[in-house]
């Protein structure tokens, strides 16, 4: 069902395209409608996230996408900025180092006014994770190398053209209708994951409660390809005198592509900048008449914010776009919806495995409906920052930039982009009160047996459940911790630092705040849940227990609602 595994070299973004294969439902009228755990309803980055997610804990899904690509056809060039946390995942389910050699890494970056360099800045220096600060790689790219990790894990089935047109939402079910080019078909699913997108016609369906504003920022991207050498940096124009005194911004990509983004006045014709002769112009100005070129890819772009009140409707969850919409500065758009497939995949193994209740879901809508308010809050900042709204921000705008010039403090100031990082769950009742509790923590270099490993590897042997890191315990107190957690009917697997792990830079000690005789509880996703006194079992299941949602084991209490657990 993949295309082929080897990377094409395209001129312009030539996408790959899958077979449509007749689900077996067409074939079985009369019979009873199948159910199926998951069903995930749209196949882009973070859909195909969740499923190889899932698969890579051993949960079989189903993926209905309507198209039979990846990408968007005819935006072939959106997406490309991945920041550590997204790549530490991507290692976690297995296609980084796809990622990583197809890719261009970068670290570093520029800030400009008109000619001015006002700040730069790198990461890479006070990074600790084994993956780099930022990989720039074409979007439909990564969803490439996840569908075939997704063939090669096999356990999920990819239904492309394949369009939901109606769910029906029962208390222990979802009734989805499907229509494909052999004929319509109805099937059922446990749980329904919809990450269509920005444009989800199931939320739209449904009616369910949202907050849409539509931006008033118009851009228009452009692929180019242009020979000499450049640094692999980001540039950002606050103000270029070569476009109009708007903003731009210069990425390296795959493939020896550079992508240039230039933000269009507010009433700019889509068609019209976006013609060839037009966005060649556009590239001249920035490049000068002696520098040669081939246009690769142009396209024009805006973008609205949209955030729904909640992520979770009894069985159905909203992921990605499809639960929150914003503008794309700082690659907040595809890396938060990367992290909220991290978020929601662990969960959803542990209920479909019968470890926890369903109520641990309601975590999920907590924790990443306030990361995705955080998101929307930065980016909207970046907007108004980058076309004033009013003359009061123009003239705040044009303090900051006089003041850069001469004043390091200043710096902080400009407001182009921040890049995404992943949120902080401190405060947020499935968490401890610790200085770094909620805190993600990085891909750190430790050792096993001798040989090199990272945090990644221990948790990926984990699965769904959670990581006791024990600083300096003994083996007796490691047992006894995972005999009481077992007796308990709660996941957990107990690692012995400095005779299971060797921590040898002390960076993961660094990371969590954790020392001999501490215990680090982290969550599959990496996030740091809490740090406990020592290996006692009894504070050590309690910070189990609220990791994971208060949620009852089935079969020990009764199922709890998702207000009993706000509350």
């Not at 705040?513 to 740091?528: K, S, T």
Request: hydrophobic share 45%; proline share 6%; charged share 25%.
């Amino acid at each position: 069902m993949s295309a082929v595994l080897a990377d094409p070299a395209p001129a312009a973004y030539e996408l790959p395209e899958f077979e449509f294969v007749a689900p077996p439902e067409l074939g079985t009228r009369g019979e009873a409608i199948r159910r199926y755990p998951v069903v995930i309803v749209g196949g882009g980055l973070t859909g195909l996230t969740l499923a190889c997610d899932l698969a890579t804990r051993g949960i079989r899904s189903v993926v209905l996408d309507d198209d039979n690509t990846v990408g968007v056809r005819g935006a072939s060039s959106r997406g490309m900025a991945y920041v550590q946390r997204s790549l530490e995942i991507m290692s976690r389910i297995g296609i980084y180092d796809r990622i990583a050699a197809k890719g261009v890494r970068w670290s570093a970056g520029k800030v400009l006014s008109g000619n001015d360099v006002l700040y730069r800045f790198d990461l890479q220096p006070t990074s600790v994770s084994q993956q780099p600060p930022f990989i720039n790689i074409q979007q439909f790219y990564v969803e490439w190398y996840l569908v075939d990790r997704i063939v090669e894990l096999g356990l999920t089935d990819l239904r492309w053209k394949s369009r939901v047109t109606d769910a029906t939402a029962h208390d222990d079910h979802v009734a989805l209708d499907v229509e494909t080019p052999a004929g319509a078909y109805r099937l059922e699913a446990d749980w329904v994951v919809d990450a269509e997108g920005a444009n989800s016609e199931l939320r739209q369906r449904l009616g369910l409660p949202q907050h849409t504003e539509l931006g008033r920022d118009r851009w228009c991207i452009t692929d180019v390809r242009f020979s000499g050498e450049q640094p692999n940096e980001r540039w950002t124009w606050v103000d270029a005198p070569f476009n109009e005194q708007r903003a731009v911004w210069r990425h390296p990509m795959a493939d020896g592509v550079w992508r240039l983004d230039f933000q269009m006045a507010p009433d700019a014709d889509p068609e019209e900048v976006s013609r060839p002769e037009v966005a060649r112009e556009r590239v001249v100005a920035m490049l000068g008449h002696e520098q040669k070129f081939e246009l690769v890819w142009v396209g024009p772009y805006a973008y609205r914010v949209m955030l729904m009140e909640k992520f979770r409707h009894g069985r159905l969850l909203f992921i990605g776009d499809a639960a929150h919409a914003k503008s794309p500065f700082g690659g907040r758009g595809g890396n938060s919806g990367i992290m909220d497939a991290d978020n929601l995949g662990w969960k959803l193994a542990l209920v479909l495995g019968g470890h926890v209740d369903a109520a641990i879901l309601d975590t999920y809508d907590e924790e990443r409906h306030r990361a995705a308010v955080e998101n929307i809050r930065i980016t909207s900042r970046t907007g108004r920052f980058l076309r004033p709204r009013s003359e009061a921000e123009f003239v705040w705008r044009s303090a900051v930039l006089q003041l850069a010039r001469r004043h390091a403090f200043a710096c902080t100031l400009l407001d182009t982009g921040r890049m995404c990082t992943p949120h902080r769950y401190a405060g947020l009742p499935a968490f401890g009160n610790g200085p770094h509790d909620g805190k993600s923590i990085p891909n750190v270099a430790l050792s096993r047996a001798g040989r090199p490993c990272g945090l990644i590897d221990v948790l990926r042997e984990s699965g769904a459940a959670p990581t006791a890191f024990a600083f300096g315990a003994s083996a007796e107190q490691a047992a006894a911790l995972e005999a009481a957690a077992h007796d308990a009917m709660l996941p957990l697997r107990v690692y012995i630092v400095g005779a299971d792990l060797i921590d040898a830079h002390g960076l993961l000690g660094a990371e969590t705040g954790a020392r001999r005789p501490n215990v680090a509880l982290l969550r599959p996703d990496g996030h740091l849940a809490a740090v406990l006194a020592e290996a006692d079992p009894a504070p050590v299941l309690d910070a189990l227990r609220r990791t994971l949602g208060n949620a009852a084991v089935p079969g020990t209490a009764t199922r709890l609602e998702a207000r009993e657990v706000a509350e």
